[in-house]
C-alpha cells in the first residue's frame, strides 16, 4: 500500500519556467490538498479539493493552480515560477476529519 | 476562522526527562485538533487526534494530550523523552470536515 505519492521529489526551476507537481493516492480518499513548508511559517494550505472535479483556495493560492481530473490524482501548477515558491510541498488526502496522510514531500528551488 | 499557537517554537530538553509542548486554539464551538511529528527529511505523520470524547487522548509512541476547552489548550506530554523523538511537532486544528489548519511548530531537541 504506496499511500500518498509525490514525484517529483526533487526540482530546481529557473524564474519564470512552468512545472507541475503530481500527488497520487491510492486509498480511495475523497479529499486532497496542497500546502507548502517555510521556516518558522508551518504548513500553509495552498489548494485543496473535496472531490473530483472539484477545487478550492486555500490560504496562499497566489500563483498556483490545481487540477483533479481523477480522484486518485491532485496536480498542482505553477505557471510562471518565482524565488518566493521555494519551498518544500507536501500533499495529503484524507477520507474526512480523521487526520490526513501525507506524501513525503518535494523540494523545489526557483533560482 | 480557526488558529493555532504553539507557543514555543524550540523546546530543549534533557533524555529521559518529561516533556510538554503547548498548543492554543481559537476558540469555535465544537473543534477536532490534531498533533503530528515530523521527522528530519521526512513528510508528517498523526501522532494523535481529538474528534471527541474522553479528553484525554493517547496517541503513538509514548505521548499522550489533554483537551481543555475553557482554557482552548490541548498540549503534548510525554513523561520520559528518548533521542528518536528528536522533531518537529505541529498541532493542528479543524471545526469543519475538509480542511486542518496547522500551527508554526514546535522543534524538540533532546540533549543527552
Known amino acids: 500500500n504506496a499511500g500518498v505519492t509525490q514525484t517529483p521529489k526533487f526540482r530546481v526551476l529557473k524564474t519564470g519556467q512552468s512545472m507541475t507537481l503530481l500527488c497520487a493516492q491510492d486509498m480511495n480518499h475523497e479529499y486532497m490538498y496542497w500546502y507548502r513548508q517555510d521556516p518558522g511559517m508551518g504548513l500553509r494550505l495552498i489548494h485543496y479539493s473535496v472531490g473530483e472535479g472539484t477545487t478550492a483556495k486555500g490560504e496562499v493560492p497566489d500563483g498556483y493552480n490545481v487540477s483533479r481530473l481523477k480522484k486518485q490524482n491532485f496536480l498542482l501548477g505553477l505557471e510562471s515560477a518565482a524565488p518566493s515558491q521555494t519551498s518544500v510541498y507536501f500533499c495529503?488526502?484524507?477520507?474526512?476529519?480523521?487526520?490526513?496522510?501525507f506524501g513525503s514531500g518535494t523540494r523545489l528551488t526557483v533560482v | 476562522a480557526q488558529s493555532v499557537t504553539q507557543l514555543d517554537s524550540q523546546v530543549p530538553v534533557f533524555e529521559e526527562a518529561p516533556v510538554e509542548l503547548r498548543c492554543n486554539y481559537s476558540?469555535?464551538?465544537?473543534?477536532?485538533l490534531f498533533w503530528y511529528v515530523q521527522y528530519p527529511n521526512q513528510g508528517l505523520q498523526l501522532l494523535l487526534k481529538y474528534l471527541s470524547g474522553s479528553t484525554l487522548v493517547k496517541g503513538i509512541n509514548g505521548f499522550e494530550a489533554e483537551f481543555n476547552k475553557s482554557q482552548t489548550s490541548f498540549h503534548l506530554r510525554k513523561p520520559s523523552v528518548h533521542i528518536s523523538d528528536t522533531a518537529e511537532y505541529f498541532c493542528a486544528v479543524s471545526d469543519r470536515d475538509d480542511k486542518i489548519i496547522f500551527g508554526k511548530g514546535t522543534r524538540l531537541h533532546i540533549l543527552p
Open positions: 476558540s469555535s464551538v465544537s473543534v477536532y
Open positions: 495529503a488526502s484524507s477520507r474526512g476529519i480523521e487526520g490526513y496522510t
